[in-house]
């Protein structure tokens, strides 16, 4: 018998009615040969065109916009004579709003502008996904410059030197990220014959022999209509775009895909182990096992056991690891799989420093070392080791005797949660389609792998475990900071590489036929049950101690999103004291008065539900979300965590550790070191100087009196609010928030006080790293508030500057050439006190002075230029754009909404905030950024240092970076 959750589980994947896998054709003008229906409801149409080309359309009525995407079934592991030079993703550089047969490059541009548009593309192992996304009033567009774009595309020769030399800007950018170099070496250490062993974005040495006639030869070889999913999803009449996309391609022949096979990667007989250097502050081990591929034997059960041994706080190694043995800062296990081949099974851990006394062992005599014996570079793979020790005896655990009944009903009751919440926005619902109808043939596939989640046995969990989890079969890759004798691990082809002729084969046939075959057996005698979806106002209450209460019933999804803000976060500390809120917010969550951290883990995590508590640059808060029948229960947990914490001793030992290992991790991404320095530069004693997680060495002297006491003083309805969105009657959420929140007191004992705004003084600061990038952020102010009249214009000259592709900055450091950053942008940061406004982008060491430059001259644009009428509406529908798209799940809009009322914008609907922004013209842009674009603080992080002349003589302070010693 069905619960009520898994009947709303259910409908939420099958919102219409199926009416049949052979439905009516679609009518044809020309008489050309008609698509045909693969699958018809009431909100969704599928076709295959006659040249095999599969269509989507999906309503989603929710909200006024629209994504459309197109998915090639091309990547880097389908790049036959050009695996390892990453020409899929080159190519994807290329036709993603380039040049056409039947546009240029520009008038691309100018389109992409009138619809305030959204554009992007991205490359995997396994596909090519290109994106439009916008309003729904300009669908018909969307869909013709998408098809354009890959039908269309020319491959001209100027393009792709400037692309060459953007990509040549994302290889630096990717030795800047620890993530990526750890992925990186995972593909080489997982496959020895298969392409996948290969990075998607290629070596640099064979990229750099790609020429624009192989590019295009592969471009006609690989985007063939019977190799392309085109599926848009949002506010659309779903006839109508089937029926223009059919028009679109009608007279695009299909052509024979190349005949591809893959070497079978050979069973994995004994361990293997890969280890590489990165600039981190904490070494980094992930343990993955050889797995199934997508849908397979034990594929689910592998899902399910990731989710019991490391996915929320109950876990077995989070618990064992990360709280009792305290050995890591963080752990998660996990499975990946494909349907190109066998994945692997993971656990990734961050390896905290713990004492070594004790746990190590002389390989020779079997005897018991001291850590003082040991060379100083050994200590940390020491303590990998005994992690991975330790990790690999709670697996043999498992293995031997099962899992526990509990702990199984809890993952399948977390997994059911994340799958009911996954269909909340339109560019999500179009992903998940094109990945699911290539991946498995099955549109509805989620609604079938959440059933099969329920039907798992214990026994599944324990027999998929004996027969992947072998230590025989383990992977080992450990990424280790830099030391004085090892710096980073180059980006190189694999020395080890083998004769792929002597590996069994297997055909890969990617033709649509295939695809087509696979979802009429997937579809078969399938019924779907038609469930209405509701969105409702927004509907306010103010309490009698002054809690705003706001409140929206969407039936979109069957879960909700429960929130809680008040003022105060960094900007509400005692300058030289920040980490207090930060480290009283964590607390919250490691117990209350009624139960301690692991029965107040197993309340929500049993729920599915969760939940955690943060602080940011203006506010803390609280964020929960559940199963819609569970959301009172989970609105008490809420308020327990929030007016009646434990602040336990031994859980603050814990934590603590943790919260120095996030402060130091946050310079492990030349982003993060770069962030890190510029906030001290800019704000100088201000608490925004420092990041939400604030400084070392307050944390490390916090005791739990200082937090209790913090906490106490926090607390006051008059500055709080609580918002909640989802499938919930708003006068129960009304009447339960006055039960529970109803007795706190208007005014917090310390009253919030917000830090005055600070007028930064010009400079022009170099900074030193160790990761292989440059990168520039120059900030100017103070800029505006959130509730400044000014606000409006700040965004719309946010998105004149840096809307990808067309804006100001994109087209100065990328489209105009040469290449000079791969990424760049423009942004205002503000909240309750003004902040700045950026302009951040990342580059080679010798094409800083030029980039810089040009960003000089794009900010002196903003002050005295021209700026055309097509440009500001342009700048304008797309600030409109990103707000109707950045409101469309439950926790976007209940965020959102508190928010706004939490910074005295009251504006529920955005009337007033559409209004403002369609008012803007050349003139109130020249004098914002007269007004605001001052005060420049140009922070450089680079590795190699750059000549002052080079910079036009300016003074340059050298700072030396300190982030290796936090």
Known sequence: MLTNARRALRSLFTVGLAVGLAGPALADENDSPEPTVLQQRDDRLIVELPNRMIAIAQEIPTAPVVSAQIWVKTGSIYEQEFVGAGISHYLEH??????????????????????????????????????????????????????????NGAVEQSEVDREHDVILQEFSMGEGDPGRILWRLTQQARYTAHPARHPTIGYIDEFKQIDRDELYEFYQRMYPPNNLVMVVA???????????????????????????????????????????????????????????????????????????????????????????????????????SFDWGEGFFGIDAEIADFDLDGRIIDIETGEPMSPDELPANAHEESRAGFVQYVVLGEVQRITEDGVTDAELARAKRRIMAQVASANQTAEGVASRLARDVIGTGDPDYLQRYADAIQELTPEDIQQAAMLY????????????????????????????????????????????????????????????????????PLVQHELDNGIRLLVQRSTVVPAVSMQVFWKGGLLGETPGREGVANAMAQMLMRGTQQRGAQALANAIESLGASMTT??????????????????????????????????????????????????????DSWYGELNKHFRQAYYGNHPWSQSPLGRRDVVEQLTVDDLREFHASQLGGSEMVVSVVGDV????????????????????????????????????????????????????GPAVDRASEDYAAMLVLSRLMSQFPGGWLNQTLRGDGPGLAYAQWARLVTGIEPGY????????????????RRSLAVIERAKHGEIGDDELARARAGVLTGEFFGKQSNSDRAMSAALDELYGVHDPEGERFRAAIEAIDAEEIHRVAQKYLINPVTLLLTHERIDEDALNGAPVESVESDVSDE
């Open 729 to 780: 009657d708003p006068e129960e959420v009304r009447e339960k928030v006055e039960e529970l929140f109803g007795s706190l007191p208007a005014e917090a004992p310390q009253p919030f006080e917000a830090a005055p705004a600070t007028t930064p003084s010009e400079a022009l600061m170099q900074v030193e790293t160790r990761k292989r990038v440059a990168a520039v952020k120059i900030g100017m």
């Open 234 to 336: 949002g506010d659309i009449d779903k006839d109508a775009v089937i029926q223009q996309i059919a028009e679109f391609w009608s007279d695009a022949e299909p052509r024979e895909l190349p005949e591809l096979s893959f070497p079978v990667e050979p069973e994995l007989e004994e361990p293997r182990e890969l280890t590489g250097r990165a600039d981190i502050s904490r070494p980094r081990i992930r343990l993955a096992w050889p797995g199934t591929r997508l849908g397979g034997d034990y594929d689910y059960a592998l899902d399910v056991l990731g989710t019991i041994l490391g996915q929320g706080e109950t876990s077995r190694l989070v618990r064992k690891v990360r709280d009792d043995e305290r050995m890591v800062n963080s752990i998660s296990a996990y499975n990946l």
């Open 837 to 852: 406004f950026e302009i951040t982008f990342n580059s080679s060491p010798d094409l800083v002075p030029e980039a810089l």
């Open 469 to 536: 989890l072998s230590p025989d079969r383990l992977v080992t890759v450990r990424l280790l900071p830099y030391d004085d004798e090892h710096g980073p691990t180059p980006l190189a082809r694999p020395s080890d590489e083998q004769d792929l002729d002597a590996f069994e084969q297997e055909s890969i046939d990617l033709d649509n036929a295939r695809t087509v075959e696979r979802m009429r057996e997937a579809l078969a005698d399938r019924e779907h049950e038609a469930t209405p979806v509701e969105v409702e």
């Open 614 to 667: 943060q602080t940011g640059n203006n506010t803390t808060y609280a964020q929960a979300s559940s199963l819609s029948e569970d959301w009172s229960t989970v609105m008490n947990l809420l308020a327990e965590v929030l007016l009646k914490p434990a602040f336990d001793e031994d859980e603050w030992d814990r934590l603590r550790p943790r919260l120095l290992a996030s402060i130091a991790r946050e310079a």
């Open 94 to 151: 290329m036709l993603s709003g380039g040049t056409t047969s039947t546009r240029s490059e520009a008038e691309s541009n100018a389109i992409l502008g009138r619809m305030g548009a959204r554009t992007n593309a991205a490359t995997g192992l396994d596909n090519v996904r290109y994106f439009i996304n916008t309003t729904s009033e300009h669908t018909a567009e969307a869909v013709d410059l998408l098809s354009d774009w890959i039908r």
